[in-house]
Structures are given as structure tokens and as C-alpha cells.
């Protein structure tokens, strides 16, 4: 992949596929329109392990974002955890130390944050319990910030572990005792918008807050059969600006903290 040498500084995302990227657009806009001598670039890489590669053949990297299916299995790779990124168990930012002491990888996780500022107004007393549908890395974090904002959660999966509930096993009560319910999977997700995650969407009311992490279409199908009900929906569009602002924050603010 070819890179602009006019470029001081480089940012960029891992994942496989790639397809259509909002953070490429995202940021190469921001860099434009305030005058950053930076640029982002995707690398679509069909095996972790070649971010090493990648990193020593761009000495100007600065920083990357991490998507599917890299996440969990990024960490092996990384010299530090933030403590958010530890506890999670997934990453969606490195940060990529310089120095003349060596290189150093350090891991964050955007995700929780931009999750957490995106739901917490529509948190209430009656909304204290979620089920998290999904169980990657995208689950974890949402899953963890929910519980830092005083929310239950409970798993859902196609497959039952200890930890999990199946989609099969949802029951009337407990879509009843449940009113905040959260897609992390891909079902749905253009140009697959037939998809959906199957719940019991009958017994949805108006009580319960339906967000669907994904944000292309703006209304997947599990947000339209939950509005239908009557529900409150929400994707995930806030949620991926806002996480990218703290990607970008993290970066290059040495003296970043999570204000979770």
C-alpha cells in the first residue's frame, strides 16, 4: 500500500475485511480541515501477526485503531495494557511509544468509553438490567461499561456456556426484567440488513431501549422490529464518533486518563 511521504504522521486501522472504513474518512477529514500534517490509512491484514510488519514498515505509525477479528487477539502482541483494556479483555487502540530506548506497544479501549457516553442518558432506575447480545470483544466492553454505570448484564449467545443465555432460552420474563438490550454481533450490518438477532421482539414494550452497536443502515432491521414494539432505539453512530475522539486524544495526549 502506498503512502504519502508528505505525510509527518501516520494513524491507522487493523482488521480483516476492511470493506468501507468511517475512520479512514473520519480522520483524514479532520486532518484536512484542521491543517494536521497527519494522514490514516487501512490495513487490511488477514493475520495479526503481521502488525509487526507493518509497524517496522512505517516508522512515522503513530498510532492505530483495531477492529474485527482483532481485538482480543491483539493483545499478545502489545508490551502494556491500560488498566480499562485489561479488565476488558479487548482493544481497540494502540498507541505506538517511540524512543531511543526501543519501541513500545500500548493498548486502550476506546469502545467503553464511547459507548458509555453515548447510552448514559438513558439510563433509569427502571433500566438497570441488560442483555448484551454477542460475546467479542465488543461485547466485553460494552458489557464493562455498563456495569461501571450500575447496570446488570447478561450474555446472549448462539452457543451456552456458564456465562450465557441462548437466544432459544429468551423468555417472556426475561425480556420483562431486561429492559435495556444491546446488539454487539454483525447481524444486520450492510448489505447483509436482512439479518437481524433472534429474539423474542414481541414481548418488547415501550419501556425498553433497543441499541444496535452497528450504524450501517441507519436502522437495521433488530432497531426497526424493536421500534415497532414501541421501544426507544439507537444505533451506533454516536458511539463510533465519540470513541473516535478518544482514539485520537489518546494518541496524542501523553497525559491521557479514562474518565470512566
Not at 468501507?20 to 483524514?28: D, P, Q
Not at 432506575?125 to 458489557?143: H, Q, S
Not at 437466544?167 to 440488513?193: C, F, Q, R, W
Request: aromatic share 10%; proline share 4%.
Amino acid at each position: 500500500m502506498e503512502i504519502s511521504s508528505k505525510s509527518h504522521k501516520i494513524y491507522g486501522l487493523i482488521g480483516y475485511p476492511l470493506g468501507h472504513s468511517f475512520s479512514k474518512g473520519y480522520f483524514n477529514q479532520k486532518f484536512e480541515s484542521e491543517g494536521i500534517d497527519a494522514e490514516y490509512v487501512n490495513f487490511e491484514i488477514p493475520d495479526v501477526n503481521l502488525l509487526l510488519e507493518i509497524i517496522s514498515e512505517t516508522p512515522n505509525l503513530c498510532g492505530l485503531n483495531v477492529t474485527i477479528p482483532y481485538k482480543e487477539k491483539v493483545i499478545p502482541l502489545l508490551d502494556m495494557l491500560d488498566e480499562d483494556a485489561e479488565k476488558i479483555g479487548a482493544v481497540n487502540v494502540i498507541k505506538i511509544i517511540r524512543s531511543r530506548s526501543g519501541l513500545k506497544l500500548k493498548g486502550y479501549n476506546s469502545d467503553v468509553i464511547g459507548f458509555c457516553d453515548s447510552i448514559r442518558e438513558y439510563i433509569t432506575p427502571a433500566r438497570n438490567r441488560a442483555l448484551v447480545l454477542g460475546t467479542g470483544g465488543a461485547a466485553k466492553a460494552v458489557c464493562y461499561g455498563l456495569n461501571k454505570i450500575g447496570v446488570t448484564t447478561q450474555l446472549v449467545s448462539r452457543h451456552k456456556s456458564a456465562k450465557t443465555l441462548t437466544y432459544e432460552e429468551l423468555t417472556k420474563a426475561d425480556m420483562a426484567s431486561h429492559k435495556i438490550i444491546v446488539n454487539t454481533t454483525p447481524l444486520g450490518m450492510y448489505p447483509h440488513v436482512e439479518n437481524c438477532p433472534d429474539i423474542p421482539y414481541r414481548f418488547l414494550t415501550k419501556e425498553h431501549l433497543c441499541y444496535d452497536l452497528l450504524y450501517n443502515p441507519d436502522e437495521t432491521l433488530f432497531m426497526k422490529n424493536a421500534r415497532q414494539q414501541g421501544a426507544i432505539t439507537k444505533n451506533g453512530l454516536e458511539m463510533l464518533l465519540l470513541q473516535a475522539f478518544v482514539s485520537y486524544e489518546i494518541w496524542t495526549n501523553d497525559n491521557w486518563h479514562s474518565n470512566l
